[in-house]
Each structure stands twice: as structure tokens, then as C-alpha cells.
């Protein structure tokens, strides 16, 4: 009787990296949900280009590197490039906007890396910035809140969004305009009770600004998802709120002309949850170790702050996160765990053995 | 209650131990023939005392232990020796090893058996020496010898014994089998293991919370005594010796050291339960318990095995259905190793086989590329990076795996258990320690023959530069001899300069009693030393880094010498 030789340990948890990837996936509706309600379909049409792109691109760039297809397709890596950077879109933006970025995002950021697992910089954030810096109008052009619509407008339909996107119909008047993030940037010279009065952005918010705040609940709960079903751990996300948050307070200048915005609202808008719960936990492109993973997560809050209260951009998370991934591979080399027996952590450049 | 510490990460696979444990320890048939590996411990070869054609009883000595850290072993029962040669034994390479192959002719007839009732009346030396003589290595994981780890050693005294009752394994019940059904053997072995060890403070024995019947046996027999019974959460690997001892003491053993560098030594219950019997009932140990599980096994239980019984009887005696079998595993699931054949037979650090059927352990996935998810280091018990190994490993980049301390992996396995990418870590772990293994062997090599090289030059030169010294003296001596007859001054001549050295050499034979007893001392402290280092050398090679094992090697290599140097000098004094 002969049996196979089989290296232990023998038997394995359940969890595949595919069913990781679709839980990601999944956890990133209560944001999606939460955007096409406040902005018509438009995150929707932006979905389904960039996940075809990313799928098209990624097929490509794997038969041209030699390596099998449907094995790293059904990996659904791709898929989740595609999603986070649709999310991150203007709604409405014009279709090549989203086939550019996706096409930045998996052949560059991705495959020319080595493909999965290997990409130094998160693929989706290149995409953005990539589209950031090259299209600046079409990528600042939000739509505007459902509940900030004029008097009689509503968000256009499906087939009237398809032919915005595709044909570059201008959209009718009122449904663009600015960001909670805008505005303050925007606004200077004014306190801002000044501005929470003024505008229809803030005095008609629940706790933050219109329609963004409930984008970012909804980010906030997909993460939070994330969190129970251990696919990640807190320290990265929960260290960028908290030194936003932190920032912020220290910042607040009681509201004054030149105050950059009060805690509540820095982390109710814009991309700072989405970017807390489903950039920063790219695993690829962030620290290794939890240690590691909580100054990561410290330093792109600091930076998104810096940014959005003394750069030139309104929003920062796609900026810091990139700055974070640069800085990555050096946070590691200081922040290996101690490991059992060792008296002190040792660098990841030590040479020969320690004591 | 005791406080308890717990480790860092571990995983959490099912159990399956209940299916093993609804029957009580069964026994076998005496299988036709019983093949003895002689080589089942950690340590070096011996030389075997049998020939072809002779007849052996049970317990009876195969093998001689030529070095202080051999181990015998024994005939399992009585028979006729029919073949002594290489055969295919339980091992994860693979390999074939030097057996004795005996007929069994039924009778199971013992040797003349002298059990010491009254241990206590025996000094520590003389029963380790029983334990030694008994073939008793550790019976959990390594198998080291058990006399090694509990012979005094010149600096450390043991104030603490832990007796790992753990068995953190999934379907593994062999220890909890054993405390429930030999609880009155286990106890003695550790009352004779503390007189060994001169009564240590304190005896914990270390259980997972998952066996709550054998901790109520356990208490049954130790209410009086001052045994310290510490359950704890189940986790795996709480077992691992490092691990189990931060559980019950919150303390680290250092990398690269041993328990009894924190004055600890650290037994398992089968251990234990066989020194009971060499030391009480003077049987060596010719048998062990050995879990036989899985689904493809119609029955699951544990059974008091002989050394030496081949796999197939164990499984031919389950109801084994080959077909429904996915693989074979010696030990369990997590860090077992598997079969090829069913050939090769029960040894002492047997203490499962497990046949799973497809269903149940399926063949693996192909391995994905790793998403650098992290919970692999999640999972990791003692806090390495298992996906900054995986990548160095693939890189071949031996500098970093040694930063990243790639050596204090235990080899558990709990990074692989959950990998969702399904990467074999563990595997590239193994290749890469024994590359850089390799890798140090053959640097030593030449820092070896470089050493040996200088050392000789080294020689030749002081050689040289004494003859030349001669020369001058004597030259000096007939100078002076003829500037002596020349002047004719007393004291100066040559005879008288050779009579003041003779006399100088006399002077320092002055004592030579004296001189004996001194060198006798050196001797004794040089050997003492080298065992030491021996040990030490042994437990490096079996967990430790290779500088680890370089220093130890090194350090045993000049014990070596110096134990030496002393006999010599002994000798020359003597003769
Ligand atoms: S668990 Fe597997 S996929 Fe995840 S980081 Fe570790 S090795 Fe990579
Ligand atoms: S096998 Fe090694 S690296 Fe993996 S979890 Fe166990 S100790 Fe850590």
C-alpha cells in the first residue's frame, strides 16, 4: 500500500482568499447603497465599467505574463481594485475618466508589479490620483445630495445617466455642485458657524454635511463587518480616525475664520472612511505588522489632514495613502514583532543573529 | 486557581478527540513480526548486541549504548531476531533505517524483571542510570532522552517541574487516555522524578480545559499532595513545551536556551508513566499508547501498542478501508508527518495514526499568491512574521530570514491552518532552515579545515622556534662548561647546572598524591562540562539556529579536548 507524502499541518481552515475578496466585496454595500441613494445611479454605471475594465485588463496583462487565467480571476482581487475605485469616482463621470483610471490601476499599479500580492502602492489610489492630477475638472464635479436638489429636479435616470456618462450630455443645471470638504476649503475668511449657516450643505445636515455623512455611515458599517469577521485587524483604520479626529481637535481654533473644520465633520466626509476601512487594510500595500500597521495608519491621518487643511486638494485620503505606502517598507524594518525568548525586537536589516 | 498567561495567536481547529476516546485503552494481538528501529531517539548510534538466528525475550537489551547520550532498545516481546537491516522506518525524509526484525513466537515471555519498590532509597545517579538503561526518551514530540533532561548539571537546580498534559493536537487522546486510565503509574512516575530531582518547589501539571475527565482523575489521587493541577483555555499549540511554560508561568524561555535555563524541566504523561515502570516494575519500554483514528478507520480508540508493531496491524485491526483513505499521518493533523507506507512500525514518539477519509482532510488546493492579509501572523504563537518568512524564503535571502528569526519557529503550523491563499508555509520554512543549515555546515567546514590549517602552521613554528631555543641553551651550557674549566669557578659547571635541573623537576613531582587528586578533579569538572555541552549541542540540533549549533558544536568540540587533555595528563602522571 503506497500513500501520498503530504507536508503538515493537514487540513485547513476554511476561509480562501476568494471568499475574503467577496466578503470585501459585500461589505462595501452599505457605502454603495448609501452613495446611489444620495447621487442617483451614477456610482452604479461607474461600477460596471471599471469592473469590466479591471476584469478585461487584468485578463490581458495574465496572458501576456504567462500566467493562468481563470485561476487568478477567480481570486476576485481584481474585482475589489475595481469597486474601491468606482466608489471613489465622481458619479456621472465620463466613461473614459473610469476606463483610464481602471486601466492605470490594474496593468501599472498592479501587474507591472509582479500582479497580485505585489503591487507597492494600492492600485485603486493610483487610478485616482493618476485621473486626479490629469482630469481635475471632471474629477472635482460631484453631484449634488438628493436633499439639496432645486425645487423640481431630480437625479437623472437610468438612460438619461447612460447617455451623460457615454455621450457627454451636459447634465442639466443644479444637480453638480461642491463638497462638504469644498466649502471649507472654499470659505476661508468666514467662521464657521458662518458657514454651517450659510450653506444648505451643513444647515441642513444631520451631524456632518448633506449626504456625505450617511456615505461614510455606510462605509463606517461595512468596516465595522470587516472588523467582526477578523479580515482585518483595527490598528491601521482605527489609528487614521483617531489622529484625524485627534488633529482636528487640536486645530479646531474654536471655530475661527482660518479653523479647518470640526472633528465630526472631517471624519463624516469625504473618503475618510471608505479610505480608513477599505484602503488603508490593503494588506499588499500597507505595514506588516500590527505595530506597523498602527503608525501607517497614524501617519496618512496626519497627512490627510495636513492636506485637506494647508494642501491645495480638498480631499487627501488617495495622496496620504500613497505617501503611507512609500513609508511602508521602512515603518516594517522598525516594527517586527518581539518574538518568543528575544529580550527586544529586532530590525528587519539586522544582520546575523542577536545578544 | 493558579493564574494562567496566554500566548499569542493560535488557532482554533476542531477537536475530533471524542470518537477516540469512547472505549477505554485496548490491546492488540502480538503481531507476527515486530520490526525495531535502533535508532528512535535524538542522539548518536549504537551498536547492536544481537546476531541473526538468536533468540530474545521481551525487555530484552538489542542494542548498547556506546556514547552518554545513547539510548537501548528492547526487545517488545519474545521471539527469534529473523533480520537486522535497513528497513523503511517513520520518518518525515522518508528514509530507511538500520532495524531489528523479530518473529514473535507467541509466548510474550519477559526477561528477568527487578522492580525497586522503594525508590526512594536509590540515589539520583543510579535510577537515571535505570532510565537510560530503560530506552526512555521523551515520548511528546523530539524524543530526547529523558535522563539527559533530568541529570543534575553543575550551575542549575530545577525548582520547577511541568508535566505537559496538554495535548493541544486535534484527534490525539493517547496523554488523555492514559491519565484517565493509568492515573496511579503517572502520579508515582512523578513522585520518582521529583526524588530525582531532589523535591523541586513546585510541580504543576499544565491541562487543556478540553479534558475535564482526566483532571477530575488527576485530582482524585493529588488533593494531598502538592502537585498543582492548572487547566486552561484550549488553544492550539498550547502544547508546545515553550508555549506551556509561558501558560502556567508567564515566563520566556530564552532562543536558543532550554527550560532549565528558567530552573524548569518539562515532561510529558507518557514520559513519566514509563519511568514509573522502569524504575518500580523494571521494564524498559517496549510499549506505548498510540491513538488509531480517523473515518477511514471503522474503529477509533486507543491501544497500549508494542514498539516495533508495523502500521498495517494496527490498521488491519480498525476496520481500515484503504480506499476511503486520503492519507496517513504519524501524530496529528497539525504536525504530523504523513506515511507512504504502512510498512513501517510503532516507534516511542508514536502517539497517533490518523487515517482520514477524503472527506474529511481532502487534498489540498493549489496555493494561491499571498495577499499579505496578515492572518497568518495573527495566528503565529510566537509572534513572527510568517509572511515576511514566506517571502524571504521564496527570495532565498537567508540574512533576513535569520532577522526575522526564522529559527524560532516551532513548526506548528497554525500559519498554514490559516492561510486563505492555502500557501504551504510551513514546507518553505523546513527547506529554508536546512538550506541555511547547509549552508553553516559547509562554512564551518571551512573555517574547520582553515583553523586546522593556521593551527599547524601555528605548530611547526613553535617547534621550530623550541629547537632553536634548545640549541641556543645547550650552547650556552658548553660555553659556560668551557668558560668553567677555563676559570675553574664551583657551582657553575656543567654537571652542576644539570643537577639544578633535575632537582627543579623532582620539586614539582614533590606531591604526586596531591597532584592525582587535583587532575582527578579537573577531569571530573571537564567531563561534567562536556556533558553539558552535549546536551546542549542535542537540543540546538533539534530546534535552534545554526549558530546556535555552531557555538554548541564548537563548545563541545573543546570540552572534548580538554576531557582529554585531562586523562592524558592523568594517565602520565599515573604510569
Ligand atoms: S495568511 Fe497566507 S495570504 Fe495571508 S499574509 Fe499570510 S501567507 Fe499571505
Ligand atoms: S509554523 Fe512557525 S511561523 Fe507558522 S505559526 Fe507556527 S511558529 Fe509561527
Given at each position: 500500500m503506497a500513500f501520498k507524502q503530504i507536508s503538515s499541518?493537514?487540513?485547513?481552515?476554511?476561509?480562501?482568499t476568494s471568499w475574503v475578496m467577496q466578503l470585501v466585496l459585500l461589505s462595501t454595500l452599505p457605502g454603495f447603497i448609501a452613495l446611489s441613494y444620495q447621487f442617483g445611479w451614477g456610482t452604479f454605471i461607474n461600477l460596471i465599467i471599471a469592473v469590466m475594465t479591471s476584469l478585461v485588463a487584468e485578463a490581458a496583462m495574465l496572458a501576456l505574463r504567462n500566467r493562468p487565467i481563470a485561476f487568478y480571476l477567480k481570486d476576485y482581487s481584481a474585482a475589489v481594485t475595481a469597486v474601491l475605485l468606482a466608489l471613489a469616482l465622481p458619479p456621472l463621470a465620463s466613461w473614459w475618466v473610469v476606463v483610464v483610471g481602471s486601466l492605470f490601476a490594474i496593468v501599472v499599479a498592479k501587474q507591472l508589479y509582479g500582479g497580485i500580492g505585489h503591487n507597492p502602492f494600492n492600485p485603486a489610489m493610483v487610478g485616482y490620483v493618476v485621473l486626479l492630477i490629469s482630469f481635475p475638472i471632471e474629477m472635482t464635479t460631484w453631484v449634488t445630495p438628493i436633499s439639496l436638489l432645486p425645487e423640481g429636479v431630480q437625479h437623472p435616470g437610468l438612460w438619461e445617466s447612460l447617455s451623460i456618462v457615454f455621450a457627454g450630455n451636459t447634465p442639466i443645471d443644479g444637480i453638480t455642485g461642491a463638497t462638504p470638504l469644498d466649502v471649507f476649503k472654499h470659505?476661508?475668511?468666514?467662521?464657521v458657524d458662518q458657514i454651517y449657516h450659510d450653506e444648505a450643505l451643513f444647515n441642513?445636515?444631520?451631524?456632518?454635511g448633506v449626504g456625505w455623512e450617511w456615505v461614510n455611515v455606510g462605509f463606517l458599517i461595512g468596516g465595522i463587518i470587516l472588523l467582526k469577521t477578523r479580515i482585518f485587524t483595527w490598528h491601521a483604520p482605527l489609528a487614521m480616525l483617531g489622529t484625524l479626529a485627534l488633529m482636528s481637535i487640536l486645530f479646531?481654533?474654536?471655530?475661527?475664520?482660518?479653523?479647518?473644520?470640526s472633528p465630526v465633520m472631517h471624519l463624516f466626509s469625504g473618503a475618510s472612511m471608505m479610505g480608513a476601512f477599505f484602503i488603508l487594510t490593503d494588506p499588499v500595500s500597507s505595514a506588516v505588522s500590527n505595530r506597523g500597521r498602527f503608525i501607517y495608519g497614524s501617519l496618512i491621518g496626519l497627512l490627510v489632514y495636513v492636506i485637506r487643511a494647508w494642501?491645495?486638494?480638498?480631499?487627501a485620503v488617495a495622496f496620504a495613502v500613497l505617501l503611507g505606502n512609500f513609508a511602508a517598507p521602512f515603518i516594517d524594518n522598525y516594527t517586527l514583532p518581539r518574538t518568543y525568548g528575544h529580550t527586544a525586537r529586532r530590525k528587519a536589516t539586522d544582520k546575523g543573529e542577536d545578544e | 486557581m493558579s493564574r494562567t498567561w496566554e500566548t499569542p495567536g493560535g488557532v482554533h481547529p476542531?477537536?475530533?478527540?471524542?470518537q477516540s476516546m469512547t472505549q477505554s485503552i485496548g490491546h492488540l494481538p502480538i503481531p507476527g513480526t515486530l520490526v525495531i528501529p535502533?535508532?528512535?531517539?535524538?542522539?548518536s548510534p549504537e551498536t547492536v548486541d544481537v546476531t541473526i538466528g538468536q533468540t530474545v525475550l521481551?525487555?530484552?537489551?538489542l542494542t548498547t549504548a556506546i556514547h552518554s547520550d545513547n539510548l537501548p532498545v528492547h526487545a517488545?516481546?519474545?521471539?527469534?531476531?529473523?533480520a537486522i537491516d535497513d528497513h523503511p522506518v517513520a520518518h518525515p525524509s522518508g528514509l530507511n533505517a538500520l532495524c531489528v526484525t523479530i518473529a514473535s513466537d507467541g509466548k510474550d515471555q519477559w526477561i528477568e524483571r527487578t522492580g525497586i519498590?522503594?525508590?526512594?532509597?536509590?540515589g539520583p545517579l543510579d535510577l537515571l542510570q535505570i532510565i537510560t538503561d530503560a530506552g526512555?526518551?521523551?515520548?511528546?514530540?523530539?524524543?530526547?532522552p529523558a535522563a539527559i533532561k533530568l541529570s543534575p548539571s553543575n550551575d542549575k537546580t530545577v525548582d520547577t517541574l511541568i508535566i505537559?498534559?496538554?495535548?493541544?493536537?486535534?484527534?490525539?487522546?493517547a496523554d488523555d487516555a492514559a491519565m484517565r486510565g493509568k492515573t496511579q503509574d503517572l502520579i508515582q512516575g512523578i513522585e520518582v522524578v521529583c526524588h530525582i530531582l531532589n523535591g523541586p518547589k513546585r510541580v504543576v501539571i499544565g491541562i487543556e480545559d478540553n479534558k475535564p475527565q482526566a483532571i477530575k482523575a488527576l485530582r482524585s489521587y493529588v488533593q494531598e499532595s502538592s502537585i498543582k493541577i492548572v487547566p486552561f483555555p484550549t488553544k492550539?499549540?498550547?502544547?508546545g513545551e515553550k508555549q506551556l511554560i509561558y501558560i502556567l508561568t508567564g515566563r520566556e524561555v530564552p532562543?536558543?536556551?532550554?527550560?532549565i535555563d528558567l530552573g524548569m524541566v518539562c515532561l510529558n504523561i507518557g514520559t513519566l508513566i514509563a519511568i514509573k515502570r522502569a524504575i518500580?516494575?523494571?521494564?524498559?519500554?517496549?510499549s506505548r499508547i498510540t491513538t488509531v483514528t480517523g473515518e477511514a478507520c471503522g474503529v477509533n480508540r486507543n491501544y497500549e501498542v508494542l514498539?516495533?508493531?508495523?502500521?498495517s496491524h494496527l490498521l488491519t485491526h480498525n476496520e481500515f478501508d484503504e480506499n476511503n483513505c486520503s492519507r496517513l499521518i504519524m501524530?496529528?493533523?497539525?504536525?504530523g508527518f504523513s506515511l507512504t507506507s504502512t510498512d513501517v512500525p510503532v516507534v516511542k514518539t508514536t502517539n497517533c495514526i490518523l487515517a482520514p477519509s477524503h472527506s474529511e482532510i481532502p487534498v489540498d488546493t493549489p496555493a494561491q499568491a499571498?495577499?499579505?492579509?496578515?492572518l497568518c501572523a495573527e495566528a503565529c504563537p510566537v509572534s513572527l512574521l510568517p509572511q515576511q518568512l514566506f517571502w524571504y524564503a521564496q527570495a532565498k535571502d537567508q540574512e533576513r530570514l535569520e532577522a526575522h528569526n526564522?529559527?524560532?519557529?516551532?513548526?506548528?503550523?497554525a500559519c498554514s491552518y490559516v492561510c486563505p491563499s492555502n500557501i504551504p508555509l510551513v514546507q518553505h520554512y523546513r527547506s529554508s532552515k536546512g538550506e541555511i543549515r547547509k549552508a553553516n555546515i559547509d562554512k564551518i567546514d571551512a573555517d574547520n579545515a582553515r583553523q586546522r590549517f593556521e593551527f599547524r602552521k601555528l605548530r611547526l613554528e613553535q617547534a621550530d622556534k623550541q629547537r632553536q631555543a634548545k640549541r641556543e641553551a645547550r650552547r650556552l651550557v658548553t660555553e659556560q662548561a668551557r668558560a668553567a674549566s677555563s676559570t675553574?669557578?664551583?657551582?657553575?659547571s656543567a654537571a652542576d647546572i644539570i643537577a639544578a635541573a633535575q632537582q627543579r623537576a623532582i620539586t614539582k613531582k614533590a606531591s604526586p598524591d596531591q597532584q592525582k587528586a587535583k587532575l582527578e578533579r579537573a577531569l571530573l569538572a571537564a567531563q561534567s562540562r562536556l556533558q553539558e555541552a552535549e546536551k546542549r549541542l542535542i537540543e540546538a540540533t533539534i530546534n535552534g539556529s545554526t549558530k546556535q549549533q555552531t557555538i554548541c558544536s564548537a563548545s563541545v568540540e573543546s570540552a572534548r579536548q580538554k576531557v582529554d587533555q585531562a586523562q592524558h595528563r592523568l594517565r602520565e602522571l599515573t604510569d
Open positions: 499541518p493537514h487540513g485547513h481552515n476554511p476561509q480562501s470659505s476661508s475668511g468666514l467662521v441642513q445636515a444631520s451631524f456632518a479646531w481654533d474654536s471655530g475661527s475664520s482660518a479653523s479647518p473644520g494642501g491645495n486638494y480638498p480631499d | 476542531p477537536e475530533n478527540k471524542l535502533l535508532h528512535q531517539h535524538i542522539g521481551k525487555g530484552q537489551k517488545s516481546t519474545s521471539g527469534t531476531v529473523i519498590a522503594d525508590f526512594r532509597r536509590c526512555i526518551a521523551g515520548m511528546g514530540g523530539a524524543g530526547f505537559n498534559a496538554t495535548e493541544c493536537e486535534p484527534y490525539i487522546t492550539y499549540p498550547s502544547g532562543s536558543g536556551g532550554l527550560p518500580v516494575d523494571g521494564e524498559p519500554l517496549i514498539i516495533g508493531t508495523p502500521i501524530g496529528g493533523p497539525m504536525m499571498c495577499i499579505r492579509c496578515g526564522l529559527f524560532d519557529c516551532i513548526e506548528c503550523g675553574s669557578q664551583p657551582g657553575s
